[in-house]
């Protein structure tokens, strides 16, 4: 048997830190990945799901590997604003948390979402595999079924998730001063200008009435 050499533990570590950067940007069952407009908006909603664990923004459904967001926002790379959503499905289903989606959003636009236009805020679905694929068909009918409109929301097979840059995760809570047009404000407060402004709960209200989950 030919010797084997251990493994120095600067080597280990750094294979570690692989991994971990690997296991970052897998998705696993226990997540599904969706569009929905403005990537800070969406991870606002989903981490108020009982159930939800994380979620994280991102981009995918392009062609470009490791996209900025300067390359995604300016159109022709094919990605979409995303949000990678970790959680327990023993609290919360696939469904629920699609059915959810659906209500959360202006599913009847194909040019983007509320203020935002363009192919970098559609929304669409990402399945990872059939189960996911049949959930979001099944909650895509049922949605058209109560809306009572067209929905143009694609459900997609899942391309490699790419994770937005670090500024960009967990916006509407950041504590980080930013300049705006409305003068040097935290973050927190930029987002929920940004949202008011940008009219997406009230269109979702409209839309969806009561049955609105994220809409006071």
């Given at each position: 048997m030919?010797?084997?050499?251990?493994?120095?533990?600067a080597?280990?570590?750094?294979?570690?830190?692989?991994?971990?950067?690997?296991q970052?940007?897998?998705?696993?069952?226990?997540?599904?990945?969706?569009?929905?407009?403005?990537?800070?908006?969406?991870?606002?909603?989903?981490?108020?799901?009982?159930?939800?664990?994380?979620a994280?923004s991102g981009?995918?459904?392009?062609?470009?590997?490791?996209?900025t967001?300067k390359?995604?926002?300016?159109?022709?790379s094919?990605?979409?604003?995303?949000v990678?959503i970790?959680?327990?499905?023993?609290?919360?289903?696939?469904?629920?948390?699609?059915?959810?989606?659906f209500?959360?959003?202006?599913?009847?636009?194909?040019?983007?979402?509320?203020?935002?236009?363009?192919?970098?805020?559609?929304?669409a679905?990402?399945?990872?595999d059939?189960q996911?694929?049949?959930?979001?068909?099944?909650?895509?009918?049922?949605?058209?079924?109560?809306?009572?409109?067209?929905i143009?929301?694609?459900?997609?097979?899942?391309?490699?998730?790419?994770?937005?840059?670090?500024?960009?995760?967990?916006?509407?809570?950041g504590t980080?001063?930013?300049?705006?047009?409305f003068?040097?404000i935290?973050?927190?407060?930029?987002?929920?200008?940004?949202r008011?402004?940008?009219?997406?709960?009230?269109?979702?209200k409209?839309?969806?009435?009561s049955?609105?989950p994220?809409?006071?």
């Amino acid at each position: 048997m030919p010797r084997i050499a251990p493994i120095r533990p600067a080597l280990l570590g750094l294979l570690l830190a692989l991994g971990l950067v690997a296991q970052a940007n897998r998705a696993d069952a226990a997540d599904i990945i969706v569009a929905g407009g403005c990537f800070w908006c969406v991870e606002a909603d989903f981490e108020k799901v009982r159930g939800v664990s994380k979620a994280v923004s991102g981009y995918t459904g392009g062609r470009q590997a490791n996209p900025t967001y300067k390359q995604v926002s300016r159109g022709g790379s094919g990605h979409y604003e995303a949000v990678r959503i970790s959680f327990d499905p023993a609290k919360v289903s696939v469904r629920q948390l699609y059915d959810s989606f659906f209500r959360s959003v202006d599913p009847t636009d194909a040019g983007g979402q509320f203020c935002d236009r363009g192919e970098s805020y559609r929304t669409a679905i990402f399945y990872l595999d059939a189960q996911q694929k049949a959930a979001a068909e099944a909650a895509k009918a049922e949605a058209e079924k109560a809306l009572g409109q067209r929905i143009v929301t694609p459900i997609l097979p899942a391309k490699p998730f790419y994770l937005a840059e670090e500024y960009h995760q967990d916006y509407y809570k950041g504590t980080k001063r930013v300049v705006t047009r409305f003068g040097v404000i935290r973050q927190s407060d930029a987002y929920k200008r940004y949202r008011k402004g940008c009219g997406r709960d009230q269109r979702v209200k409209q839309l969806w009435g009561s049955a609105a989950p994220f809409v006071n």
